[in-house]
């Protein structure tokens, strides 16, 4: 019976060339596919050392480094579930991860090593180690003493790969079950999807703490034995140095957005660029436009959450419209639904609800939730409100839950609500997102005084930043007498939205 472990599948694809580059940084620190075997065989070697098993889990807040790749992979091969961290969120927020998912490992950066450290031992985490943006850290410093073990653990289809932490309604945090033939599966039909080709080079200039960064880029780029320019971050002028060599590149709206604001981003930049790509976010029609106009690229756009990966995606070959998400991917089935899960006719809005062997087994520890978000007959209620044209070509036209995207990161109002509520002088709180040039939507918050404390804008910003993740702090707070409510007493953010619009125009 073959080894279902997604990195078994990894390697079979590895380049015979040597010299082959799977990471490159830029500068003196590259890496060949040649020493993966080797690199996360050592870190396979000190991940059993230290006890961890197969089914166990890692979790990881770590700067991009090309040892944190590694340390993916060999978790991977040891048959490990690996739980990536934003690196913004707080010690605050960290605590609920480990309390969660009971890690026997945690990785963190060493500038926190301090308070992480607290909170691990509050948490009973067996073992904490850390890692930097340079690769150099305990977790580094320990592998001198571990000889590269060359084996791969065998594991099963279904058996779990990861965990993704995906923020919740209610303010609690989700952590989304993805199997190793989850991400084969998707990362197999879009290497087919998006025609990937002997020679692609991929600019890298995502964070690889979620679906985008970790599984889309990368794994699209290991399944073609591609080599990847490997940045720390986004940076328009850096990515503009970097694009001649490149053929494929991945981003959020915001990146395209500044991009386009650099007067050094010409058509010339692009002229060995293959494909544009575009997700996380709605990108703006405008944006498309002008892109097109700029470079002669149509980005193609395409549509996925952290409970599936990619789900949609425009055709690489025919028309990618501006606005749409484009089709259903080979055997991911999609359809629009009513409240009862009842299919729609073409043309109407609904919930767009799916199947296919992308899509996540459940929640972390939540049956009761995993179950909530599954009709009986199996399709998974992705919360996004869409219109199916007849052709099948899917367009999201708003969201069931209220997400806020801001820069490709999910934020859920009521988190950040509840961390206002409880802030002195403040009654009650509603958490919006409206239209903002760079970001796509920006968190803004509207808040009611009681008059038991001095309120300001300035303070109210100030006394989040040690509770939330700066992505998920409001960029605007709007002091009210009250919120508008409707006739059940519900408040009525499409009434905020409209009011605040203008906000960042």
Not at 5 to 28: K, Q, V, W
Not at 144 to 161: F, G, K, M, N, Y
Not at 322 to 333: F, I, N, Q, S
Not at 495 to 501: A, M, N, S, W
Request: aromatic share 8%; charged share 20%.
């Amino acid at each position: 019976m073959r080894n279902a472990n997604l990195y078994a599948l990894f390697i079979e694809r590895f380049p015979s060339d040597p010299n082959a580059l799977f990471l490159d940084t830029g500068h003196a620190r590259q890496l060949r596919y040649s020493d993966v075997p080797e690199q996360t065989g050592r870190l396979l070697s000190l991940l059993q050392g230290l006890g961890v098993r197969k089914g166990d889990r890692v979790m990881v807040q770590v700067d991009k480094s090309i040892e944190s790749v590694l340390l993916y992979l060999a978790c991977l091969r040891a048959g490990a579930i690996y739980i990536p961290l934003n690196t913004a969120y707080t010690p605050a927020e960290v605590a609920y991860f480990l309390q969660d998912a009971t890690p026997r490992l945690f990785v963190c950066a060493p500038k926190s090593l301090s308070a992480m450290a607290t909170v691990a031992r509050e948490s009973g985490v067996p073992e904490l180690f850390t890692l930097d943006a340079a690769g150099q850290g305990s977790l580094t410093d320990a592998l001198a003493a571990h000889a590269a073990s060359d084996r791969i653990v065998e594991v099963a289809a279904d058996e779990l790969a990861a965990i993704l932490y995906t923020s919740g309604t209610t303010g609690r945090s989700k952590g989304a079950m993805l199997s190793h033939a989850n991400l084969a599966s998707n990362a197999q039909v879009l290497f087919d999807t998006w025609h990937w080709q002997t020679g692609d080079v991929l600019l890298h200039a995502l964070p690889i703490f979620h679906v985008h960064g970790l599984f889309v880029a990368l794994h699209c780029a290991l399944l073609g034995g591609s080599r990847v320019i490997f940045m720390p971050r986004f940076d328009a002028d850096g990515v503009i140095d970097r694009l001649g060599e490149a053929t494929v590149m991945m981003g959020v709206p915001t990146f395209y957005t500044r991009l386009l604001d650099n007067p050094r981003f010409t058509r010339d930049t692009c002229a060995n660029m293959r494909l544009f790509i575009s997700g996380s976010a709605p990108l703006l029609a405008d944006t498309h436009r002008a892109f097109e106009a700029r470079t002669g690229h149509r980005i193609l756009e395409r549509y996925g959450m952290t409970e599936a990966g990619m789900i949609t995606s425009n055709p690489y070959d025919g028309e990618r419209i501006a606005g749409t998400v484009g089709y259903a991917l080979p055997g991911v089935d999609a359809r629009v639904a009513d409240g009862q899960g009842r299919e729609l006719p073409r043309g109407e809005a609904g919930v767009l609800e799916i199947t296919g062997p992308n899509v996540f087994s459940g929640y972390w520890q939540m049956p009761d939730k995993t179950a909530e978000e599954f009709r009986t007959d199996g399709w998974f209620i992705t919360g996004d409100i869409a219109v199916m044209a007849d052709d099948g070509r899917v367009t999201i036209v708003g969201r069931a839950k209220d997400l806020i995207i801001s820069g490709g990161f999910n934020v859920y109002p009521k988190e950040i609500e509840a961390q206002l509520d409880e802030l002195p002088g403040i009654r009650e709180s509603a958490v919006i997102g409206v239209p903002h040039p760079d970001f796509g939507e920006g968190v803004t918050a509207v808040v009611v005084a009681d008059g038991s404390a001095a309120l300001s804008e300035a303070s109210v910003i100030t006394a989040l930043q040690d509770r939330l993740a700066r992505f998920k702090q409001p960029k605007r707070v709007y002091i009210v007498d009250q919120l508008p409510r409707n006739t059940m007493g519900k408040v009525q953010k499409n009434v905020l939205r409209e009011t605040y619009k203008d906000t960042f125009a």
